[in-house]
């Protein structure tokens, strides 16, 4: 049971609840209505990384899954396995995802690296290995690398947030972002 009462989505701006209901019924947007200056923006930003960034769609999930396994956010976790199912990737990352293993030989070089910077960021982002970097840019480059860090930051707070806050999961409910990553 969640630590907080729940906020009422009816309370928000109409805008507000239309950005909100793009992502589906979530116990996560009733928390975050209890902030309602703040969820709306929040809702934009989540939007943008997820519909317009550079990331490709599969690796983006395969980066939202590992932060949510890191910081043990059953939550994100659990949402974030039907998005990463419907943009192809497979029972054997995720069960690699889920064993802490970024390097595991079922992902591709491109995977490998990104997931290692993603990895390396969470343990010590203050100490993040040049080489570590590099492999990871030479793949992203600069856009991408900034938008996956975006994308690190945003979803290793939201699993803080979750976690913190128990907010429960979604019996029913599941985001809906077609497998292209265009959020339609």
Not at 9 to 30: C, K, S, T, W
Not at 36 to 61: F, N
Not at 67 to 90: D, L, M, N
């Amino acid at each position: 049971m969640a630590r907080v009462p729940y906020g009422d989505l009816e309370a928000l701006a109409p805008e507000v609840r239309a950005q909100v209901r793009m992502f589906g019924d979530l116990n996560i947007d009733r928390m975050l209505a209890q902030a309602r200056t703040v969820v709306g923006p929040l809702h934009e930003t989540t939007r943008s990384i997820l519909a317009e960034s550079t990331l490709d769609p599969r690796l983006r999930e395969l980066v939202i899954l590992l932060v949510a396994h890191s910081g043990r956010c059953a939550y994100e976790a659990v949402q974030h396995e039907v998005s990463a199912r419907a943009v192809g990737v497979t029972q054997a990352q995720l069960d690699a995802l889920e064993a802490d293993d970024p390097s595991a030989a079922v992902f591709t070089d491109a995977e490998k690296a990104v997931l290692r910077l993603v990895a390396a960021a969470l343990h010590d982002s203050a100490d993040v290995p040049e080489e570590t970097f590099d492999r990871a840019h030479d793949h992203l480059g600069d856009r991408g690398t900034v938008e996956l860090m975006i994308l690190v930051a945003l979803y290793s707070g939201m699993a803080i947030l979750l976690n913190t806050l128990q907010v429960d999961i979604d019996a029913t409910a599941r985001m809906r972002f077609a497998p292209n990553g265009n959020g339609h």
